[in-house]
T-cell receptor
Framework: KNQVEQSPQSLIILEGKNCTLQ??????????LRWYKQDTGRGPVSLTI?????NTKSNGRYTATLDADTKQSSLHITASQLSDSASYIC??????????FGAGTTVTVRA | GAVVSQHPSWVICKSGTSVKIECRSL??????MFWYRQFPKQSLMLMAT?????????EQGVEKDKFLINHASLTLSTLTVTSAHPEDSSFYIC????????????????FGQGTRLTVV
């Protein structure tokens, strides 16, 4: 069973609208949680990284939250743009160099 | 910011041939690099950890003789898929961690652009 579960698997939103992606994890011990954006056929690009002591972190129109007690994170996209169409991957790092990847949420932004 | 360059971005090869994929850290030295494989609509799966100057560490189920990894310098790791078969067709991605300072486990992980391998 994957230790990082993301939902929804995919979603479609209209340009300009907001959306929120969810990530639940069971990875333990926990060092940090990362959100990446992966365009089709490309490698992942980092959006945010949060340690257990951080509750929220923003990167432009992307805002990530973390509740280390409930082991949940969310990524909020504000005022979506067509270029936001991509797969968003939640990645949890335990206390070593290995990363645990979620399966990703595919976001499609339509005009 | 730090950049990891992966080459080639795509390759088509015949069954039975070998293919080499390069992963370079362009502006930092990476003692450790990671190789992943990704199938459509699935997570990145770690194949192996590449250690500069020593043998790679392979994940369970990954054939080390099939996927040869060489990390001869602090800026270059290569993955060679030997005797490729159609089932080896996949998206291969490398990553490298920026050298640690005070919080080594929270350092940024930079990914290459990925290599789409198609074996025909």
């Amino acid at each position: 069973k994957n230790q990082v579960e993301q939902s929804p698997q995919s979603l479609i939103i209209l340009e300009g609208k907001n959306c929120t992606l969810q990530c639940n994890y069971t990875v333990s011990p926990f060092s940090n949680l990362r959100w990446y954006k992966q365009d089709t056929g490309r490698g992942p690009v980092s959006l945010t990284i949060m340690t257990f002591s951080e509750n929220t972190k923003s990167n432009g129109r992307y805002t990530a939250t973390l509740d280390a007690d409930t082991k949940q994170s969310s990524l909020h996209i504000t005022a979506s743009q067509l270029s936001d169409s991509a797969s968003y991957i939640c990645v949890v790092s335990p206390n070593d160099y290995k990363l645990s990847f979620g399966a990703g949420t595919t976001v499609t932004v339509r005009a | 910011g730090a950049v990891v360059s992966q080459h080639p971005s795509w390759v088509i090869c015949k069954s039975g041939t070998s293919v080499k994929i390069e992963c370079r850290s362009l502006d930092f030295q990476a003692t450790t690099m990671f190789w992943y494989r990704q199938f459509p609509k699935q997570s990145l799966m770690l194949m192996a950890t590449s250690n500069e100057g020593s043998k790679a560490t392979y994940e369970q189920g990954v054939e080390k003789d099939k996927f040869l990894i060489n990390h001869a310098s602090l800026t270059l790791s290569t993955l060679t898929v030997t005797s490729a078969h159609p089932e080896d067709s996949s998206f291969y991605i490398c990553s490298a961690r920026d050298p640690p300072d005070t919080h080594p486990l929270n350092t940024e992980a930079f990914f290459g652009q990925g290599t789409r391998l198609t074996v025909v």
